[in-house]
């Protein structure tokens, strides 16, 4: 009798284990599921959304004379508190589906817009940071009347800063001008540059290497001078355990020159250390 009671026991035992085994399995399972849906939702967002049609694909719709981008005007920022600056970011919305281009005549009328001025720390430099992806960027004055420009291509825009200085304040940003990989639109996937623009001059400067990609700045200290990083494009399809291969390059503001950081002499001896083949 004891062992008939032992036996139901552990069968009962058994049971709640296998349903508490089953349900935990369940959950594994749509804690899975959801966060693929999730990956994939954010992925092909990032791929649509905030990107540039590549050029291929827009003769095709130039031919039908048809548009899948609208452009869109962002919230003006204040840089110039003094001088009542702003900057206007442009962005772009992707349509689900081709639309017919009406050409637009007249003058347009943007509504009130809320504004958000930058509080300015005193010292000899400041950073601003502006989020998001854009398709260009308008410097307005509006005491003036004046409106600029920065581009008059297309391209994609991220990581606006505005850098305060005793003489000058300066726009540095990343840029992404053409579809490298081949997917069809104009992003951040793509090869990156470093763009400079000077709010009291008007000049642009373009920091670029090649098909070297920019992945990070800091200006040398007290000085426009900047170290730039480089991801090294030859290494774009060989995987890594960690991040890609990198160079520093030291961009000479007024000289408007680039050059390597490190010397090559060192860069070849660091790598012999590294593989071993020590030299005296």
């Given at each position: 009798?004891?062992?008939?009671?032992?036996?139901?026991?552990?069968?009962?035992?058994?049971?709640?284990?296998?349903?508490?085994?089953?349900?935990?399995?369940?959950?594994?399972?749509?804690?899975?599921?959801?966060e693929?849906?999730?990956?994939?939702?954010?992925?092909?967002?990032?791929?649509?959304?905030?990107?540039?049609?590549?050029?291929?694909?827009?003769?095709?719709?130039?031919?039908?004379?048809?548009?899948?981008?609208?452009?869109?005007?962002?919230?003006?920022?204040?840089?110039?508190?003094?001088?009542?600056?702003y900057?206007?970011?442009?962005?772009?919305?992707?349509?689900?589906?081709?639309?017919?281009?009406?050409?637009?005549?007249?003058?347009?009328?943007?509504?009130?817009?809320?504004?958000?001025?930058?509080?300015?720390?005193?010292?000899y430099?400041?950073e601003?940071?502006?989020?998001?992806?854009?398709?260009?960027?308008?410097v307005?004055?509006?005491?003036?009347?004046?409106?600029?420009?920065?581009?008059?291509?297309?391209?994609?825009?991220?990581?606006?800063?505005?850098?305060?200085?005793?003489?000058?304040?300066?726009?540095v940003?990343y840029?992404?001008?053409?579809?490298?990989?081949?997917?069809?639109?104009?992003?951040?996937?793509?090869?990156?540059?470093l763009?400079?623009?000077?709010?009291?001059?008007g000049?642009?400067?373009?920091i670029?290497?090649?098909?070297?990609?920019?992945?990070?700045?800091?200006f040398?200290?007290?000085?426009?001078?900047?170290?730039?990083?480089f991801?090294?494009?030859?290494?774009?399809?060989?995987?890594?355990?960690?991040?890609?291969?990198?160079?520093?390059?030291?961009?000479?503001?007024?000289?408007?020159?680039?050059?390597?950081?490190?010397?090559?002499?060192?860069?070849?001896?660091?790598?012999?250390?590294?593989?071993?083949?020590?030299?005296?």
């Amino acid at each position: 009798m004891k062992i008939e009671k032992i036996k139901n026991f552990n069968q009962v035992i058994l049971a709640i284990a296998g349903i508490l085994g089953l349900i935990l399995l369940l959950i594994f399972i749509v804690m899975a599921v959801s966060e693929l849906f999730r990956d994939f939702g954010y992925n092909r967002s990032r791929t649509i959304t905030n990107s540039l049609i590549s050029e291929d694909k827009i003769e095709m719709l130039n031919k039908d004379n048809l548009r899948l981008q609208i452009v869109s005007y962002e919230s003006p920022k204040l840089i110039d508190t003094v001088n009542a600056v702003y900057i206007i970011p442009v962005s772009v919305s992707t349509l689900d589906k081709p639309e017919t281009v009406v050409e637009f005549s007249g003058d347009g009328i943007m509504g009130l817009l809320d504004t958000y001025g930058s509080t300015r720390n005193k010292g000899y430099s400041f950073e601003n940071y502006f989020d998001g992806l854009f398709a260009n960027i308008i410097v307005y004055k509006p005491i003036t009347n004046i409106a600029v420009l920065l581009f008059n291509e297309r391209i994609m825009l991220s990581g606006i800063r505005t850098y305060y200085f005793k003489d000058d304040i300066l726009l540095v940003f990343y840029t992404a001008e053409n579809d490298t990989n081949n997917d069809g639109f104009i992003n951040f996937d793509d090869n990156t540059n470093l763009c400079i623009y000077s709010l009291k001059t008007g000049k642009m400067r373009r920091i670029a290497e090649g098909t070297n990609s920019v992945t990070g700045y800091q200006f040398v200290e007290n000085t426009k001078d900047l170290l730039v990083e480089f991801s090294l494009s030859q290494y774009k399809d060989v995987k890594f355990k960690s991040y890609k291969p990198r160079k520093i390059m030291k961009y000479e503001f007024d000289a408007e020159k680039l050059s390597e950081a490190v010397p090559a002499n060192i860069q070849q001896q660091m790598q012999n250390l590294v593989e071993g083949r020590i030299t005296q």
